[in-house]
């Protein structure tokens, strides 16, 4: 390795020890990945079936005050 390497690679050390660089275990690409329940790997199962099934309800519950209107049949 160069001087110049060794001397990047201490700096770089050195800025990881006070604190102005997360080391790449620490961060990167999924850094906050689980933070939203999208995330989660159940949320195309039971959550999107939660939510379908609240949908639903919501749908029949206008339909319902609809026919007591007369409007829809």
Known sequence: MSI???ARASQVMADIKSGK???A???GKFANY???AEDSVYYSTKLSQ???AVR???VEASRARLRLK???I
Request: charged residues 25%.
């Open 34 to 36: 689980g933070s939203v």
């Open 50 to 52: 939660k939510a379908d």
């Open 70 to 72: 007369g409007i829809f």
């Open 21 to 23: 660089h997360t080391p």
């Open 56 to 58: 639903i309800a919501r």
């Open 4 to 6: 110049a390497k060794n």
């Open 25 to 27: 275990n620490k961060q």
